[in-house]
């Protein structure tokens, strides 16, 4: 059936009058008729409400997810931000053991080489010992052949004698002298060895080091470049899930326009039917 034009218009539009105008158009077998599409709008609208509070409902859920994911998306850019920090004071303490381990190489460096001067400088004390051991052979060789020419010369060689046998008792004593400075060379040497060993050691280990805090700080700058990555788009997340989340509750509130505009129509119609039924009930009475 054709639906009569003043069924069309808005519902705010119909009126107590309108069923009586109605009536007057069609006559008194258009009311049941009128009954029915009265029935068949209000099937229809409360099945549109209906779907509209399902929506509704839909669109809610839907903020408070938009919502939990925005604020997921800042709590995440937070920490982010926090790693980052603690990475920055991180990297500024590799910095800072890296700039002390540059000082302990160089001192390391300038110490071995110290050691080594020392060792080159003992091995020129112990050829200069040498160089008096054999002055002093050769000393104490004159001197046993002038003890010899002393005796030859009888009464006149003995003040001769005693200066050859005081040359001789000094050579010992410097023989005995240069021996303990041999030996104490020696032994200089031999720790000279030791710390030139330990001393490459411990420049070997600070170079691994070295190596060790330059590879640490590439990873530090790695793991702050991708936690800017992170916090950026965190954030840009955040926002975007926030201007979801204010669109759905602005859907939502046109929602529950729509639905309170349903009620409305459901009202005006209930009026209709009502005059509508009282219509039916004059035109019943009339006959």
Same mark, same amino acid.
């Given at each position: 059936?054709?639906?009569?034009?003043?069924?069309?218009? @808005?519902?705010?539009?119909? $009126?107590?009058?309108?069923?009586k105008i109605a009536v007057g158009r069609f006559g008194a077998g258009s009311i049941e008729s009128c009954k029915r599409t009265i029935?068949?709008?209000?099937?229809?609208?409360? /099945?549109? &409400?209906?779907?509209?509070?399902?929506?509704?409902?839909?669109? =809610?859920?839907?903020? /408070?997810?938009?919502n939990e994911v925005s604020d997921t998306c800042f709590s995440l850019a937070k920490v982010a931000n926090k790693v980052k920090t603690?990475?920055?004071?991180?990297?500024? %303490?590799?910095?800072?053991?890296?700039?002390?381990?540059?000082?302990?190489?160089? $001192?390391?460096?300038? +110490?071995?080489?110290?050691?080594? &001067?020392?060792?080159? /400088?003992?091995?020129?004390?112990?050829?200069?010992?040498? &160089?008096?051991?054999?002055?002093?052979?050769?000393?104490?060789?004159?001197?046993?052949?002038?003890?010899?020419?002393?005796?030859?010369?009888?009464?006149?060689?003995?003040?001769?004698? %005693?200066?050859?046998?005081?040359?001789?008792?000094?050579? *010992?004593?410097?023989?005995?002298?240069?021996?303990?400075?041999?030996?104490?060379?020696?032994?200089?040497?031999?720790?000279?060895?030791?710390?030139?060993?330990?001393? @490459?050691? !411990?420049?070997?280990? =600070?170079?691994?080091? *070295?190596?060790?805090?330059?590879?640490?700080?590439?990873?530090?700058?790695?793991?702050?470049?991708?936690?800017?990555?992170?916090? &950026?788009?965190?954030?840009?997340? !955040? @926002?975007?899930?926030?201007?979801?989340? *204010? +669109?759905?509750?602005? %859907?939502?509130? /046109?929602? @529950? $326009?729509? =639905?309170? *505009?349903?009620?409305l129509r459901s009202h005006l119609l209930d009026e209709l039917e009502a005059e509508t039924n009282k219509l039916a009930v004059e035109?019943? !009475?009339?006959?």
């Amino acid at each position: 059936m054709q639906l009569p034009n003043w069924l069309k218009r @808005e519902p705010h539009a119909i $009126t107590k009058q309108q069923p009586k105008i109605a009536v007057g158009r069609f006559g008194a077998g258009s009311i049941e008729s009128c009954k029915r599409t009265i029935a068949s709008i209000r099937g229809d609208w409360n /099945k549109q &409400s209906q779907d509209a509070d399902v929506l509704k409902a839909a669109m =809610v859920k839907n903020g /408070k997810r938009a919502n939990e994911v925005s604020d997921t998306c800042f709590s995440l850019a937070k920490v982010a931000n926090k790693v980052k920090t603690e990475l920055q004071n991180a990297h500024s %303490v590799c910095e800072s053991s890296l700039a002390q381990m540059n000082e302990i190489k160089a $001192t390391t460096e300038a +110490t071995t080489g110290s050691v080594i &001067s020392l060792n080159n /400088k003992t091995t020129t004390i112990g050829n200069i010992v040498r &160089s008096i051991n054999a002055i002093t052979n050769q000393t104490k060789v004159i001197a046993f052949n002038a003890a010899l020419e002393a005796a030859s010369a009888g009464e006149h060689g003995k003040r001769f004698a %005693v200066v050859a046998s005081e040359i001789n008792r000094l050579t *010992d004593d410097i023989a005995g002298l240069t021996r303990q400075i041999k030996d104490q060379i020696a032994a200089i040497g031999e720790s000279a060895g030791e710390l030139i060993v330990a001393s @490459e050691e !411990g420049s070997d280990r =600070v170079m691994h080091g *070295d190596k060790l805090l330059k590879k640490l700080l590439s990873i530090f700058a790695q793991i702050q470049m991708n936690t800017e990555i992170i916090t &950026s788009q965190s954030e840009e997340m !955040g @926002e975007k899930s926030k201007r979801a989340a *204010d +669109t759905n509750n602005e %859907v939502v509130k /046109k929602l @529950e $326009t729509v =639905v309170g *505009d349903y009620g409305l129509r459901s009202h005006l119609l209930d009026e209709l039917e009502a005059e509508t039924n009282k219509l039916a009930v004059e035109l019943n !009475g009339d006959r």
